[in-house]
């Protein structure tokens, strides 16, 4: 399940999980060198900042390891082009996270949210930018459907 940032707050970048660990990916133009790029991680935040545009920041919803997380300029990734590569190592490793940021957490989906599909719970949502075909929004909660009702 891929989620993708929200379009609000212009955010760029796409989040998934596996296993042990939660990946971030931030799309980088080809200029783009490892000396350009900040990025701090701590147990219960993240910030990533390329070329002093700061491009994910805040608390994480779930606590991660920092000494086992890394991060890696991709430079033909299969299904995103060149890209950051973020590998978080979740503290708690069963964990499914619902969220990557606290903040996410307190955005009204249902504005943004367009198709749910059921069979894989993928969302597809607006994006500021219409000419990007991937544009990212953060993981809909499972719980709720893109009618905005909660199902239990």
Same mark, same amino acid.
């Given at each position: 399940? @891929?989620?993708?940032?929200?379009? /609000?707050?212009?955010?760029?970048? /796409? &989040?998934?999980?596996? *296993?042990?660990? !939660?990946? !971030?990916?931030?799309?980088? =133009? /080809?200029?783009? $060198? =490892? #000396?350009?790029?900040?990025? $701090? ?8 900042? @390329? #070329? *002093?545009?700061?491009? @994910?920041? *805040?608390?994480?919803?779930?606590? !991660?390891k920092p000494d086992d997380s890394l991060w890696m300029i991709e430079d033909d990734d299969r299904h995103r082009g060149r890209c950051l590569h973020v590998s978080l190592k979740k503290s708690l490793e069963c964990t499914e &996270?619902?969220?990557? +940021?606290?903040?996410?957490?307190? !955005? ?5 949210? $367009?198709? +749910? ?10 994006? =500021? ?12 909660? #499972? $719980?709720?459907?893109?009618? *905005?009702?909660?199902?239990?």
């Open positions: 399940m @891929v989620a993708i940032s929200d379009a /609000e707050s212009a955010r760029r970048y /796409e &989040w998934d999980q596996e *296993g042990h660990f !939660v990946s !971030v990916w931030v799309p980088l =133009a /080809e200029d783009i $060198t =490892a #000396k350009d790029i900040r990025c $701090t991680i701590k147990p219960r935040e993240i910030s990533i900042t @390329v #070329k *002093g545009d700061e491009i @994910v920041s *805040g608390d994480l919803t779930q606590i !991660v &996270w619902m969220y990557l +940021l606290k903040a996410d957490m307190d !955005v009204n989906w249902d504005k943004f949210c $367009t198709t +749910l599909r059921p069979m894989d719970h993928t969302h597809q949502c607006p994006t =500021a930018d219409p000419s990007t075909h991937h544009h990212f929004a953060p993981q809909w909660p #499972k $719980t709720t459907t893109c009618d *905005g009702h909660h199902h239990h």
